[in-house]
């Protein structure tokens, strides 16, 4: 079992619509979560870190961690094509010893 | 503005070649990594540093080195390039253990 499962997609979804985008894991050790967006032939960049469970909301987006699921989402309200990307989610152990672990990403399209 | 660089952009090799891939990061981080992404596999962690001759292994750091000789560069080196090696690769700096890392725009590899 891999340290990290995320549905590769691609998920297809109107203009507008509320996405939800979703991770497990199976670390317990796992306590900063973060969500990556890379678009096509481009380096990811950070969209959101939360540390330990919670929500945290930046704009059009809100990042949920629920560590007794061992579950993180990220949600996208009135998506735009320009959300049209792979959505990563990446997380790190408290001290962060041996780097990020990421989940193989989401394709996401969003459809004018 | 401060940004980290990677180059170059894509090369193509012969199989046994030693090559290096060039990391130039002006943030003044102390954490530099370099990872691999490929199809269904996501991203992985081929080497990372924390600092001025700090070295470490990550996941799948067969076949390649490197060397942190200033805060700015960590070069990537392939020590006999094979076929299995095609990927494109990824350097990332952080300012601490904790945080997200930024990411460059990645060097596409072909070994042939």
């Known amino acids: 079992q891999k340290e990290v499962e995320q549905d590769p997609g691609p998920l297809s979804v109107p203009e507008g619509a509320i996405v939800s985008l979703n991770c497990t894991y199976s670390?317990?050790?796992?306590?900063?979560f973060m969500w990556y967006r890379q678009y096509s032939r481009k380096g990811p960049e950070l969209l959101m870190y939360?540390?330990?469970?919670g929500n945290k909301e930046d704009g059009r987006f809100t990042a949920q961690v629920d560590k007794s699921s061992k579950y993180i989402s990220l949600f996208i309200r009135d998506s735009q094509p320009s959300d049209s990307a792979t959505y990563l989610c990446?997380?790190?152990?408290?001290?962060?010893?041996?780097?990020?672990?990421f989940g193989k990403g989401t394709h996401l399209i969003i459809q004018p | 503005d401060a940004e980290i660089t990677q180059s170059p952009r894509h090369k193509i090799t012969e199989t046994g070649r030693q090559v290096t891939l060039a990391c130039h990061q002006t943030w003044n981080h102390n954490n530099m990594f370099w990872y691999r992404q490929d199809l269904g596999h996501g991203l992985r962690l081929i080497h990372y540093s924390y600092g001025v001759q700090d070295t470490n292994k990550g996941e799948v750091s067969d076949g390649y080195s490197v060397s942190r000789s200033n805060t700015e560069d960590l070069p990537l080196t392939l020590e006999s390039a094979a076929s299995s090696q095609t990927s494109v690769y990824f350097c990332?700096?952080?300012?601490?253990?904790?945080?997200?890392?930024?990411f460059g725009s990645g060097t596409r590899l072909t070994v042939v």
């Open positions: 990446a997380m790190r152990t408290g001290g962060g010893a041996d780097g990020l672990t």
């Open positions: 670390n317990s050790a796992f306590q900063y």
């Open positions: 990332a700096s952080s300012a601490d253990r904790v945080r997200g890392y930024t």
């Open positions: 939360t540390y330990s469970s």
